[in-house]
């Protein structure tokens, strides 16, 4: 890869998964890109009695979940909660569970997994009936082929697409207008990316046709394919899980997107073109050509 070749040239700043949907995420130095994303990424979600996930938009404690990648198992850890050790080799019976509209297969965790998020996730005077899932790795959950252009790009329980891509120019954008308006900063951490750009303009990542990553396997290829527009989650503090309306309203100011009716977006959706089983790693070389409409 020659980085001369390209309009965009960028290096991997950041890199993170989210292993259980609306959790913390997890920052890595290094993650390996399978099918659905990096690996990991939103492989377990919970849900509540009938099956369907619920996030940090009605339980905004979720932000607190911190999990910790191990060698064999996942360890979870919540204020006032002693650690959840979920081992990666281990699931219950099968069940089917919802995200967004579409229905799937999934593994139940148990109920010890079940009752630790029950009783960290009810509020007082509305106890919540929660259970933990894990993906069915045989399932194919496709991302829309209307913005992929028809290529199959699978996902797990990302809410529609394998990847989301932003950038600290991005970030450094808003961080500007936070500030111009008497508001702190705040971190890239609210958008919940997987990969995070350094070295181009703010929001370049909008207008990139393919991303090349060279890393020691060989080329990755990506291509941005929706912008991600934004509920509000960005809102929320991962530190606290106070939601106070400063990022979304400094947003809806510059950032309505045509493509996506006028929603207001953040960072891009991506899909994998080339390079499953490829190592990511944090200050790899990122090359692309801009997209003028």
Known sequence: MNAADFDLQATIARLFVYPVKSCAGVELDEALLIETGLEFDRAWMVVDAQGEFVSQRELPRMALVRPQLKHSEMVLRAPGMLALHIAFDRVEQPVRVKVWKDEVAAYDMGDIAAQWFTDFLSEPGR??????????????????????????????????????????????????????????????????????????EAHDEDRVETLHIATAEGEVLMRPVKPCARCPIPDIDPRTAVSSPEVGDTLRTYRSDPRVDGAITFGMNAIVLQGLEHALRVGQPVGGNLRFE
């Open 127 to 200: 106890p919540q009936k929660l259970r933990m899932v894990r993906f069915d790795p045989d399932e194919r959950r496709l991302s829309s082929l209307k913005w992929t252009e028809g290529v199959e790009a699978l996902n797990q329980f990302a809410d529609g697409f394998p990847l989301l891509v932003a950038s600290e120019g991005s970030l450094a954008e808003l961080n500007a207008k936070l500030g111009a308006a008497g508001h702190p900063a705040v971190g890239i951490e609210r958008f919940r990316p997987n990969i995070v750009l350094a070295g181009v």
